[in-house]
């Protein structure tokens, strides 16, 4: 299986930007997608092929990276933001997420 | 509007059945694969199923093949996933979801299975 390593949590504040990794353990080529969830909902596509913004969601979001190294940034980011984010592969099967990244106002 | 509504969770105790339903609306649900996704109490997220959108294909994770059957009636538009010799390990919220591709782009509020004597 294919494991996607993010960094548990992180402190940003208002206004600044966020910017979020998943580290894939083999290459995914461009097939990562992000989710954010908020406490007690269910998660939200926000990115998917590494780069390619859902419908719906605002221009503050956006993602970048192929092979082993993604990113996903907000800018600016807003208190509407808290979530924990989530980075999902679907080069292989079985298809895997991250263990989510926490993101939390300083 | 894209509506995914499950139901069907609640306690069951280890060894037993249980069945969920996903009602889906504001689609053409015969167009679109679907999936299941969990996440047990305060943990990640976890792909169990997705099932084609003619229900001829079926795949699973390794933890659940053999106990776990996804199914789709696109009839009623609803997607189902039987559950068997259920383990207190399937203890989470499981959650519909209409694939596009390999991506999950919408979700339902889930329903929570809690595997427990």
């Known amino acids: 299986d294919i494991v996607l390593t993010q960094s548990p949590a992180l402190a940003v504040s208002l206004g600044q930007r966020a910017t979020i990794s998943c580290r894939a353990s083999e290459s995914v080529r461009s097939s990562m997608h992000w989710y954010q969830q908020k406490s007690g909902q269910q998660p939200k596509l926000l990115i998917y092929g590494a780069s390619n913004l859902a419908s719906g969601v605002p221009a503050r979001f956006s993602g970048s990276g192929s092979g082993t190294d993604f990113t996903f940034t907000i800018d600016p980011v807003e208190a509407d933001d808290i979530a924990t984010y989530y980075c999902?592969?679907?080069?292989?099967?079985?298809?895997?997420f991250g263990s989510g990244t926490k993101l939390e106002i300083k | 509007e894209v509506q995914l509504v499950e139901s069907g969770g609640g306690l069951v105790q280890p060894g037993r059945s249980m069945k969920l339903s996903c009602a889906a609306s504001g689609f053409t649900f015969s167009n679109y694969g679907m999936a299941w996704v969990r996440q047990a109490p305060t943990k990640g997220l976890e792909w169990v199923a997705t099932?084609?959108?003619?229900?001829?294909?079926?795949y699973y994770r390794d933890s659940v093949k053999g106990r776990f059957t996804i199914s789709r009636d696109n009839a009623k538009s609803t997607l189902y996933l039987q559950m068997n010799s259920l383990r207190s390990e399937d203890t989470a919220t499981y959650y519909c979801?209409?694939?596009?591709?390999?991506?999950?782009?919408?979700w339902g509020q889930g329903t929570l299975v809690t595997v427990s004597s």
């Open positions: 999902q592969q679907s080069r292989n099967d079985p298809l895997t």
């Open positions: 099932i084609s959108y003619d229900g001829s294909s079926t």
């Open positions: 979801t209409r694939r596009y591709n390999h991506w999950f782009a919408y």
